[in-house]
């Protein structure tokens, strides 16, 4: 599942090459096709899940949830390069994984299943505020100009 993810975005970096021209150079058809792969790619890893019994499968369906908005975002952020687009793709790989630890923390019992939550959710709100400090950076840096 991952594989086909890096080697998706591995493709769409070198057919439409980085950095400021990367927006110009995706046409609206390539970023729908690619879109629809990654939402086939997520169908099929949802449906991969539903062999699977209880948590498993809950946790599986967390882990293709998480891909699909990671891989939309890095897409998004092909198409149109910028600092919120890095922001976005951090907080959805940040998202992705509080998503899939929180149900991890479902195979544990009572207070060790509250303390991993707690712990997953205090890295998320790490992960967040960290995003929020680095864009507040370059913000007071054009005010001092």
């Known amino acids: ?3 086909s993810l890096v080697a998706l975005t591995a493709a769409l970096a070198l057919t439409f090459g980085g950095g400021a021209f990367a927006a ?3 046409s ?4 729908k096709d690619a879109k629809n792969k990654i939402e086939d790619q997520a169908k099929a890893d949802k449906k ?3 062999a699977m019994k209880e948590n498993a499968k809950d ?3 967390a882990e293709a ?5 990671i891989a939309k975002a890095e897409l998004d952020a092909q198409r149109k390069p910028g600092a919120k687009a890095d922001e976005k793709v951090k907080l959805m790989k940040a998202e992705g994984e509080y998503e899939v630890a929180k149900e991890k923390c479902e195979d544990q019992k009572a ?3 509250m303390a991993c939550k707690k712990d997953a959710k205090m890295g998320y709100d790490k992960v967040k ?4 400090q680095a864009s507040a950076k370059p913000k007071a840096a054009e005010k001092k100009s």
């Open 48 to 50: 991969a899940c539903d």
């Open 59 to 61: 946790i599986c369906q």
């Open 129 to 132: 505020a960290d995003i929020k």
């Open 111 to 113: 207070e060790a299943m």
């Open 1 to 3: 599942m991952h594989k």
């Open 65 to 69: 949830k998480a891909k699909e908005k």
């Open 24 to 26: 110009d150079a995706m």
């Open 28 to 31: 609206k058809d390539a970023y």
